[in-house]
């Protein structure tokens, strides 16, 4: 079965770069989540899209921005990058309609290091 | 705002055991959703059981199993005949049933299998 694809998987940028993160859903899901996941955290709800407008937004920096394109892939994009952003970055997708609606599946992750 | 906690973290079990990992939230809501998720050193993030909070019958899925107790405001996850391929850390976490759909974790538990 299909799942959640991010890309990149591994990423290592500098202070004060930018830094874009892609999440291709699973087919049909309509909706995409991000999370962030610290070392040692649990994920952290960043923000989230259905039918590629905002439908949430938790505790996102202003330096980050994301959008849910036409084809219903997203994209993070993370600016001023600063140490502190090193984590784990989840992108999740979920159905709006079937056996698993509301249940959301979590793709493998892009790691993002920031030296 | 919803809370998740998870008393214990870290808890072992020999193989072939059974164990059971302990969650508590804290929720105004009447109607919402429960997770149990598993991350094992992949990182990758595994859903392993849900319960909806209309439902009295506590979900089964092979080997895992809920305890659900509404009015307590627990959710404990019971693994039977535990397997080497069982250790990871355990999240439990909280969805809204309307509006917000975002996932808020515990801090996690994580489980060590000794054979």
């Known amino acids: 079965a299909a799942g959640v694809i991010q890309s990149p998987r591994h990423l290592i940028k500098e202070k004060r770069e930018t830094a874009t993160l892609k999440c291709y859903p699973i087919p049909r899901h309509d909706t995409v989540y991000w999370y962030q996941q610290g070392p040692g955290q649990d994920p952290q709800f960043l923000i989230s899209f259905y039918e590629k407008m905002q439908s949430d937004k938790g505790s996102i920096p202003d330096r980050f921005s994301a959008q849910q394109f036409s084809d219903y892939h997203s994209e993070l994009n993370m600016s001023s990058l600063e140490l502190g952003d090193s984590a784990l970055y989840f992108c999740?997708?979920?159905?709006?309609?079937?056996?698993?609606?509301?249940?959301?599946?979590f793709g493998p992750g892009t790691r993002l290091t920031v030296l | 705002a919803q809370t998740v906690t998870q008393s214990q973290p870290e808890m072992s079990v020999q193989e072939a055991e059974t164990v059971t990992l302990s969650c508590t939230y804290d929720?105004?809501?009447?109607?919402?959703?429960l997770f149990w998720y598993k991350q094992p050193p992949s990182r990758q993030m595994i859903l392993v059981i849900r319960?909806?909070?209309?439902?009295?019958q506590n979900a089964t899925e092979n080997r895992f199993s809920v305890n659900f107790q509404k009015a307590a405001k627990s959710f404990s996850l019971k693994i039977s005949d535990s397997q080497l391929g069982d250790a990871a850390m355990y999240f439990c976490a909280y969805r809204s049933w309307g509006g917000s759909e975002k996932l808020v974790f515990g801090k996690g538990t994580k489980l060590t299998v000794n054979p």
């Open positions: 929720t105004s809501e009447s109607d919402y959703y």
């Open positions: 999740a997708s979920s159905p709006t309609s079937g056996a698993s609606y509301n249940e959301q599946f």
């Open positions: 319960q909806e909070a209309y439902k009295q």
